[in-house]
């Protein structure tokens, strides 16, 4: 079968709207062939767009996240650093951590974490996020109006839920709010110096809680990599319930940036959908127990990720009748898969009532063993901010015209740059 070509990433029309460009893709073919667009020697990456694929592609231990573990294979990860300037000792802490390893790797350092994330853990978790939402909507009530929703509420909550349970400072929280910006836009003038900061930061603060403890995630992965005899202090692999110095930074840089840069943008672009889509709002007003639903159908056409990390090929491997050849770089495309009308009937319709045939639904947090480790406390706090927010200004309106709302041209993200509101 003949590969078409589809649109680079970078490409204006596909970041400007991802999920009907996606979803055009998906019509025209299973597979195609395309570029990220941020330099000009970049090897092709093949897009798997329909569900069945792309969930098949997610569960098959044929396609890994490494591609150090594919013989011959081309780092595209290293490529697409390395066109936004990041050194590769800094990149090590990008493509080395739980979320790009495979195999034992993966489940051991997953392991270490995973019982921090579990329904229990986070549903203790939630009279403390009931709080904090609290807490931001007093502070909305008084504040100037037009207000910046992403600023003064969506981000504010993820990243202090995520902060107090790894064990970031309070104090510290703004910077990281900061460095996780620069690190989504791909700017080769800003990504670097804010990884640079926040690796930099992350090894200061290893070094304070070591003289003085704490009972945070932060504390235990110290502890567990303390008291085993600390590992190797470079990217080696670890053993057993081993934690090296190189994974204890590299998971906190993951644990927070995860926690709150896709949360924050699932909270906006929720708030942004129900206000431009009142008859279900209305609903959701006269039935609140769908708001866990509705969370989950957010997440399916509303998501903040349109795409997953790369998957390489071990070995060939048919999708859709094309043949994907040994080493080459797949793409998951979550939001053309979400969209799929083979899986999901009347898909363009927002539907915060629709219920799932099986498991969630949609794919918005992945399959398989790469499966969003806070997808549990993501959704506990998009229900927590969404429902509290409507419930205590029943009168929130849009300040601009739908129209003029601006997304930010991040590949593989739809986000938004701000969402002003009246309350």
Same mark, same amino acid.
């Given at each position: 079968?003949?590969?078409?070509?589809?649109?680079?990433?970078?490409?204006?029309?596909?970041?400007?709207?991802?999920?009907?460009?996606?979803?055009?893709?998906?019509?025209?073919?299973?597979?195609?062939?395309?570029?990220?667009?941020?330099?000009?020697?970049?090897?092709?990456?093949?897009?798997?767009?329909?569900?069945?694929?792309?969930?098949? /592609?997610? $569960?098959?231990?044929?396609?890994?996240? @490494? &591609? %150090?573990? =594919? !013989? *011959?294979?081309?780092?595209?990860?290293?490529?697409?650093?390395?066109?936004?300037?990041?050194?590769?000792?800094?990149?090590?802490?990008?493509?080395?951590?739980?979320?790009?390893?495979?195999?034992?790797?993966?489940?051991?350092?997953?392991?270490?974490?995973?019982?921090?994330?579990?329904?229990?853990?986070?549903?203790?978790?939630?009279?403390?996020?009931?709080?904090?939402?609290?807490?931001?909507?007093?502070?909305?009530?008084?504040?100037?109006?037009?207000?910046?929703?992403?600023?003064?509420?969506?981000?504010?909550?993820?990243?202090?839920?995520?902060?107090?349970?790894?064990?970031?400072?309070?104090?510290?929280?703004?910077?990281?709010? /900061?460095? $996780?910006?620069?690190?989504?836009?791909? @700017? &080769? %003038?800003? =990504? !670097? *110096?804010?990884?640079?900061?926040?690796?930099?930061?992350?090894?200061?603060?290893?070094?304070?809680?070591?003289?003085?403890?704490?009972?945070?995630?932060?504390?235990?992965?110290?502890?567990?990599?303390?008291?085993?005899?600390?590992?190797?202090?470079?990217?080696?692999?670890?053993?057993?319930?081993?934690?090296?110095?190189?994974?204890?930074?590299?998971?906190?840089?993951?644990?927070?940036?995860?926690?709150?840069?896709?949360?924050?943008?699932?909270?906006?672009?929720?708030?942004?959908?129900?206000?431009?889509?009142?008859?279900?709002?209305?609903?959701?007003?006269?039935?609140?127990?769908?708001?866990?639903?509705?969370?989950?159908?957010?997440?399916?056409?509303?998501?903040?990720?349109?795409?997953?990390?790369?998957?390489?090929?071990?070995?060939?491997?048919?999708?859709?009748?094309?043949?994907?050849?040994?080493?080459?770089?797949?793409?998951?495309?979550?939001?053309?898969?979400?969209?799929?009308?083979?899986?999901?009937?009347?898909?363009?319709?927002?539907?915060?009532?629709?219920?799932?045939?099986?498991?969630?639904?949609?794919?918005?947090?992945?399959?398989?063993?790469?499966?969003?480790?806070?997808?549990?406390?993501?959704?506990?706090?998009?229900?927590?901010?969404?429902?509290?927010?409507?419930?205590?200004?029943?009168?929130?309106?849009?300040?601009?015209?739908?129209?003029?709302?601006?997304?930010?041209?991040?590949?593989?993200?739809?986000?938004?740059?701000?969402?002003?509101?009246?309350?």
């Amino acid at each position: 079968m003949a590969v078409l070509d589809a649109p680079a990433l970078t490409d204006p029309e596909l970041l400007a709207d991802p999920w009907h460009v996606f979803g055009r893709l998906r019509e025209q073919a299973p597979v195609l062939r395309s570029r990220f667009g941020l330099s000009g020697d970049e090897p092709p990456i093949w897009l798997v767009t329909r569900y069945a694929d792309v969930r098949a /592609v997610l $569960g098959d231990p044929r396609f890994v996240s @490494d &591609p %150090a573990s =594919v !013989p *011959g294979g081309r780092d595209s990860r290293q490529e697409m650093m390395t066109a936004m300037g990041i050194t590769a000792d800094l990149a090590e802490y990008m493509t080395r951590s739980v979320v790009t390893v495979d195999g034992a790797d993966h489940t051991r350092l997953r392991k270490l974490v995973s019982r921090a994330f579990t329904v229990r853990r986070v549903g203790d978790l939630r009279p403390r996020v009931e709080e904090i939402t609290n807490g931001l909507l007093d502070g909305l009530a008084g504040a100037p109006q037009p207000i910046d929703l992403v600023e003064a509420y969506a981000y504010p909550l993820p990243i202090t839920v995520i902060c107090e349970l790894v064990g970031i400072p309070e104090e510290d929280r703004a910077a990281w709010h /900061v460095w $996780g910006r620069d690190l989504v836009s791909t @700017d &080769p %003038a800003r =990504v !670097p *110096g804010a990884l640079r900061a926040a690796v930099d930061h992350i090894h200061g603060l290893i070094a304070r809680r070591r003289a003085e403890p704490t009972d945070d995630l932060l504390g235990a992965l110290i502890r567990t990599h303390d008291e085993d005899g600390g590992g190797a202090s470079g990217a080696d692999h670890g053993r057993g319930d081993r934690l090296t110095e190189f994974e204890l930074v590299s998971m906190v840089l993951a644990l927070v940036f995860a926690g709150h840069e896709t949360t924050a943008h699932l909270i906006a672009n929720s708030v942004a959908a129900l206000l431009t889509h009142p008859d279900q709002l209305a609903r959701l007003r006269d039935d609140p127990d769908l708001w866990p639903t509705a969370v989950h159908e957010l997440m399916r056409v509303h998501g903040p990720v349109s795409i997953t990390e790369l998957r390489y090929a071990t070995e060939p491997v048919e999708i859709g009748g094309v043949e994907i050849p040994a080493g080459a770089a797949v793409l998951p495309v979550l939001a053309a898969a979400n969209g799929d009308p083979r899986e999901f009937a009347d898909p363009e319709t927002f539907d915060v009532g629709r219920r799932a045939e099986r498991g969630e639904g949609h794919l918005g947090f992945g399959h398989g063993a790469h499966y969003c480790l806070g997808a549990a406390l993501a959704r506990q706090e998009g229900e927590v901010a969404l429902r509290a927010l409507f419930t205590r200004f029943p009168s929130l309106e849009l300040a601009v015209p739908p129209e003029e709302l601006v997304w930010e041209p991040v590949p593989g993200f739809r986000r938004l740059a701000a969402l002003p509101v009246r309350l």
